[in-house]
């Protein structure tokens, strides 16, 4: 049911923990499921990514998806971190079950809501980044895949 990358991601997660002072924070949470996702970003002057944490209280497929979120937006810039999309993040891991689509949302709307921090506390505006839900429950219904 699941790819080897999903598991050895849900098995040995990276990235794993809090980043003190943090450049942006960003939670989000999905009702429906009751789960949780929280990412943190270290950007630098340069508006690097030099680091990204995660704390996520959900299933599997969330610490999967938060595990290579993490991976793929650390070292890059904050427009190609907007280009890591829940697709992204699915391919990445080689596929989720149909059921398991949503916790990838919940990965994508944290490193946007973790972006969105970010900019209000500089007083900037990322192009293309629209204020992040911090409940994407009710977005999944008119997802399709
Ligand atoms: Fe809700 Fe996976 S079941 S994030």
């Known amino acids: 049911m699941y790819s080897d990358k999903v598991m050895d991601h849900f ?3 990276r990235n794993v923990g809090e980043i003190e002072n943090a450049s942006g924070v960003g939670t989000v949470g999905n009702a429906k499921c009751g789960d949780i996702m929280r990412m943190y970003l270290d950007i630098d002057d340069n508006g690097i990514i ?3 944490k995660f704390k996520t ?4 497929a969330a610490v999967a998806t938060s595990s ?3 991976e793929l937006v650390k070292g890059k810039t904050i427009q190609q971190a907007l280009e ?3 697709k992204a993040v699915m ?3 080689d596929g989720l079950p149909p059921v398991k689509v949503h916790c990838s949302l919940l990965a994508e709307e944290a490193i946007h809501a973790a972006l969105w ?5 500089h007083g900037i505006k990322i192009e293309g980044l629209e204020k992040p839900k911090s409940d994407i429950s009710e977005e999944e219904v008119e997802e399709e895949y």
Not at 57 to 60: A, E, K, V
Not at 117 to 121: C, G, L, N, S, V
């Open 68 to 70: 290579m979120a993490t």
């Open 50 to 52: 030099q680091d990204c």
């Open 117 to 121: 921090d970010y900019a209000e506390k």
């Open 57 to 60: 209280f959900g299933c599997g």
């Open 11 to 13: 098995q040995n997660p």
């Open 84 to 86: 890591v999309t829940n």
């Open 91 to 93: 391919d990445a891991l």
